[in-house]
């Protein structure tokens, strides 16, 4: 059941934004100039994901004043840091990885082994034929252990395997190559390679739709079997790629919940907030998406779910140990692509022009107990 009707607050939201920008300035100057992580200093780091680019930008100062901890958004994924066998791309890592020392900002690593942006020479032979399950393995190892050690003492946390539950409902794991070819075993084997690799490295499980009762029993499943048979895993982590429309603060609730009696450590790892109700999957471009603007409406709907996450996040906080947003500013976000090609997107607490929309200062009206 949604606690609010999507299109029936047009008036209230306009006389809401329409102060927003008026009260913001008139907010005080001690809140101003504190950035998000201090107002959670008391809670958890808080992060988001960044590319090169975008720290040799004007976005660079807007990530030093509000967060401590950064992930890379693409430059560790598989594909862009080992593009062949006998070649590792380390540049824009490094690049990254420079940035957060030079500033001293917590660094999590992101990610290790996933379906998506893997190389295909990792799944076949020189004459590209499908490799063993131990020939899979052993480059998986390789892999692991080349990122993983060089990053060692500098990345605190590692996303080790992402996505590796299904959603179809009768289905447990992803039918991927890595399951195809070496079963379940590769999850365990990739936790067990990162750990060997740095022993102080805290490992999550990484995945989206964590907010689904179906998805979130798989994921549970998961991680318990892990511990069962004394994987090091740590940490799950919760993507959070949200909508103006779910998650409800009770289906928020629950979910933080039933992962909390894990007694694995909670990272929300990916947080954006869509001004568009959710689509789970990508289609072709309607003429109801021509209306792209960030309306007073669109705006009220999203304030209102990230006042309801971070009241959430502040509750759990004893087992919440990071939260991080998936890019840095409504001038650019994965979600401009997905699930519409070039439908813009205004997921994020900044706007194009890097100013605190009013979800920021909802997020931060809080006392500390």
């Given at each position: 059941m949604r606690s609010f009707n999507l299109f029936g607050?047009?008036?209230?939201?306009?006389?809401?934004?329409?102060?927003?920008?008026?009260?913001?300035?008139?907010?005080?100057?001690?809140?101003?100039?504190?950035?998000?992580k201090d107002h959670y200093r008391d809670y958890f780091p808080v992060g988001v994901a960044v590319s090169p680019r975008a720290l040799k930008t004007d976005e660079?100062?807007?990530v030093l004043r509000e967060f401590n901890s950064l992930t890379a958004e693409n430059a560790m994924k598989m594909a862009p840091i080992h593009p062949a066998m006998d070649r590792y791309n380390w540049r824009d890592a490094d690049s990254i990885a420079a940035f957060a020392q030079r500033h001293q900002l917590k660094l999590r690593g992101h990610t290790l082994c996933w379906h998506q942006q893997t190389p295909d020479w990792l799944f076949v032979d020189s004459s590209k034929q499908q490799v063993s399950r131990e020939e899979l393995l052993k480059r998986l190892k390789e892999h692991i252990t080349a990122v993983v050690s060089r990053y060692k003492g500098t990345i605190y946390a590692w996303d080790v395997v992402n996505e590796a539950i299904s959603d179809?409902?009768?289905?447990?794991?992803?039918?991927?190559?890595w399951f195809r070819i070496c079963g379940e075993e590769y999850i365990e084997a990739a936790f067990r390679y990162a750990h060997e690799a740095d022993p102080d490295a805290l490992?999550?499980?990484?995945?989206?739709?964590?907010?689904?009762?179906?998805?979130?029993?798989?994921?549970?499943?998961l991680v318990n079997s892990l511990k069962s048979k004394g994987v090091p895993i740590h940490?799950?982590?919760l993507q959070a790629h949200w909508a103006v429309n779910e998650p409800s603060y009770g289906q928020l609730d629950s979910t933080l919940r039933e992962f909390s009696l894990t007694g694995l450590k909670l990272q929300i790892t990916e947080l954006d907030i869509s001004?568009?109700?959710?689509?789970?999957?990508?289609?072709?471009?309607?003429?109801?998406?021509?209306?792209?603007?960030?309306?007073?409406?669109?705006?009220?709907?999203?304030?209102?779910?990230?006042?309801?996450?971070?009241?959430?996040?502040r509750k759990y906080k004893r087992h919440i140990t990071g939260v991080t947003f998936w890019n840095i500013s409504d001038r650019y976000s994965w979600l401009d692509n997905f699930p519409v090609r070039n439908r813009k997107d205004h997921p994020l607490l900044f706007n194009a022009n890097l100013q605190r929309k009013q979800a920021w200062w909802d997020v931060v009206d809080f006392k500390t107990p």
């Open positions: 607050l047009a008036a209230m939201a306009g006389l809401a934004i329409a102060c927003s920008w008026q009260c913001s300035s008139t907010r005080s100057q001690a809140a101003s100039d504190k950035g998000l660079a100062a807007l179809k409902p009768g289905e447990y794991l992803r039918n991927s190559p490992l999550f499980y990484n995945d989206y739709n964590e907010i689904s009762p179906l998805k979130r029993a798989k994921i549970i499943r940490g799950i982590g001004v568009y109700a959710k689509e789970h999957d990508a289609r072709a471009r309607q003429a109801s998406d021509t209306d792209t603007s960030f309306s007073a409406q669109k705006a009220q709907l999203q304030q209102q779910r990230y006042r309801e996450a971070f009241q959430l996040f």
